[in-house]
């Protein structure tokens, strides 16, 4: 059966904005999961700061990326698990191999720091995972935040928040935070800043001064594994 024309067109489209070599380091380079600024993409696939942005333009219009703004970035990510399986198949079969994405932030803020009201870091980003794949969290159904599943509120009620007040709170409930050192979200708004306060009341971390580096203490490392199954 012949393929149909828009199909066929379709294809070459997606195969010539793969295809071409700056921004095929573009996308391997996003394979492991984290997100990028437009500018180490740059330096990537090693193309002017302008040339990436067009070359990025290029992918979002295929639908092979999607970026996300926080603050003063633009933080680009594979569009899906659909484009990554497409990658990984391409690489078999060119028999490529690929670096992993090395953080350069000191170790303390990596491990565990406060973004605004929230916890952020290794740690945070485990919470946010953790949350999502035991379905305590998921998809709003309005907006693009997260809400809490009765699971969630059930296996979350131990440690004393106050739902109510958190969904009355005039902010958002619940989102995904990009992280800028691990790449990946980790959880912010309401139900972020309520887990940092518990966190912080019971000790199981403690800020340290004249940083936002927040240091795991001896009790919380046992609570995060028995509560969370998190190795902090």
């Known amino acids: 059966m012949p393929v149909e024309e ?7 489209a997606l195969a010539a904005a793969i295809g071409e070599p700056a921004r095929t380091r573009m996308l391997y380079c996003l394979m492991e999961g984290q997100a990028r600024t437009s500018t180490e993409l740059a330096v990537v696939s090693g193309v002017t700061p302008s040339t990436a942005s067009v070359h990025l333009n290029r992918l979002r219009e295929q639908k092979l990326v999607r970026v996300v703004v926080q603050g003063r970035h633009r933080y680009y990510s594979l569009a899906g698990s659909a484009v990554a399986r497409m990658l990984e198949g391409l690489s078999v079969l060119a028999g490529a191999r690929r670096s992993s994405f090395v953080p350069s932030t000191p170790v303390p803020l990596r491990a565990a720091r406060t973004c605004y009201d929230h916890m952020a870091g290794a740690l945070a980003v485990s919470l946010h995972d953790r949350f999502v794949a035991s379905r305590w ?10 809400e809490l599943t009765r699971e969630g509120e059930g296996s979350l009620a131990a440690l004393g928040l106050d739902f109510e007040a958190l969904r009355a709170a005039r902010r958002r409930f619940a989102y995904a935070c990009l992280d800028w050192s691990e790449r990946r979200p980790h959880l912010g708004g309401a139900l972020g800043a309520a887990l940092l306060t518990i966190a912080l009341r019971r000790k199981w971390v403690a800020q340290e001064l004249d940083s936002r580096a927040l240091q795991v203490t001896r009790l919380g490392r046992r609570e995060f594994q028995s509560r969370f199954d998190i190795e902090a």
């Open 137 to 146: 969290i998921r998809p709003a159904r309005r907006g693009n935040g997260y």
């Open 6 to 12: 828009s199909t066929d067109s379709g294809v070459a």
